[in-house]
């Protein structure tokens, strides 16, 4: 009898790979290309007088943006209504073709030689096209100033010289797909916000006495971490003496040690106290019991780990007591395992420690526990 497949997938097929997250951009761009022709009209005056009002005279073919373009003059006017103003444009020669461009048409003045826009800035680019043959959107130009202000101010030595730049808008370029760059984001820095207004007492309201030890903090962060602080400050039963707070059954460098977790979530304060390993254990041993105080789980397990990893002979039963009144665990367990460890027993310990009996039936417990599970006992 044949079991059946787990739900999810069929019998013989892998199952599928973890789902994962990859995040890609691309970049879409409009470039432009410019380019730029001089007209040269030499023989002005003749060629006004050899043509009418709607004829013209075209430059050679410049190439710009992949099209072919021409300065198109029209020396008495595009239309026999405008024959007493020129007019100049720009025309796009390549057969069916369109593109979106602007333009400058300018007219090199005669006194110094300067060329000078005969328009406006276009404000958006026009559309030339010569899809349809009929179609007039294949030039864009304008009327100029009248025949006579145009050959006061433009022509010399019968000659007028136009200057036009064409701009081309490019077609939308959208580059390949490539990983997205993190920013680059610099670290939380809250903790250590924290720490400075703890340090510089800013804004502080309420002040704790701690053995004659004053230390101000702040009502809504301690309330913030700590449930008991919460119901002290804040609660039915909370503290409204005036003056300092006392704090009764505990050690100031203590005190300032939890205040530091409390703003910052670090036990930087310990590391700033001239302290060695046997006084750091022992400050690891009051902080714990704080922690339990003021219901602060994760500086109890922190605490909690740092006995545990600091446990000696001397030293494990104390510790064993400690966390049997404060239902650490995970410390207890340590301490059996430090014991059996070392081939100690309750006679050894009781020789060592005669002060504390009270751990006796704690380690029989556990000795009864442990041996059970490896068939010592």
């Excluded at 373009?69 to 796009?92: E, I, K, M």
């Amino acid at each position: 009898m044949s079991s059946a497949a787990p739900a999810g997938h069929h019998a013989g097929e892998e199952p599928p790979p973890p789902s994962t997250t990859r995040s890609t951009m691309s970049t879409c761009t409009m470039g432009t290309v410019e380019g730029h022709h001089r007209f040269a009209i030499r023989g002005y005056s003749r060629l006004r007088a050899l043509l009418a009002a709607g004829e013209y005279v075209r430059s050679a073919a410049f190439t710009v943006g992949g099209y072919d373009w021409a300065v198109v003059f029209y020396p008495r006017g595009a239309t026999h209504a405008d024959r007493d103003h020129a007019a100049v444009y720009v025309q796009l020669l390549t057969d069916r073709a369109a593109a979106a461009a602007t333009f400058d048409l300018r007219f090199v003045r005669a006194d110094s030689g300067r060329p000078l826009s005969v328009h406006p800035p276009l404000a958006a680019p026009r559309t030339f096209s010569t899809v349809l043959r009929s179609s007039s959107a294949a030039m864009y130009g304008v009327k100029v100033e009248a025949i006579q202000a145009l050959q006061a101010n433009y022509v010399r030595r019968d000659r007028l010289t136009i200057d036009c730049a064409v701009r081309v808008v490019g077609k939308p370029r959208v580059s390949a797909a490539a990983p997205l760059t993190a920013a680059d984001v610099p670290p939380p820095d809250l903790a250590a916000h924290l720490g400075r207004l703890l340090d510089l007492k800013s804004h502080a309201d309420v002040t704790f006495d701690v053995r004659g030890v004053q230390f101000a903090a702040h009502r809504v962060v301690l309330a913030m971490r700590s449930a008991v602080f919460a119901a002290e400050l804040f609660g039915p039963m909370r503290n409204n003496a005036v003056g300092a707070i006392k704090v009764g059954d505990m050690q100031p460098a203590v005190f300032k040690v939890l205040l530091g977790f409390i703003y910052t979530d670090t036990l930087a304060a310990m590391d700033d106290l001239d302290a060695d390993e046997d006084d750091r254990r022992e400050l690891a041993r009051h902080l714990l019991v704080a922690a339990d105080r003021y219901d602060m789980g994760r500086l109890k397990l922190i605490c909690a780990d740092m006995l545990a990893r600091s446990l000696t002979a001397q030293t494990v039963a104390s510790t064993l007591a400690l966390a049997d009144r404060h239902g650490c665990r995970g410390l207890r367990e340590a301490c059996v395992e430090f014991v059996i460890a070392m081939g100690m027993n309750d006679e050894v310990v009781i020789s060592r420690h005669p002060d504390q009996l009270n751990c006796i039936s704690l380690f029989k417990y556990f000795f009864y526990q442990i041996g059970s599970l490896l068939k010592i006992h």
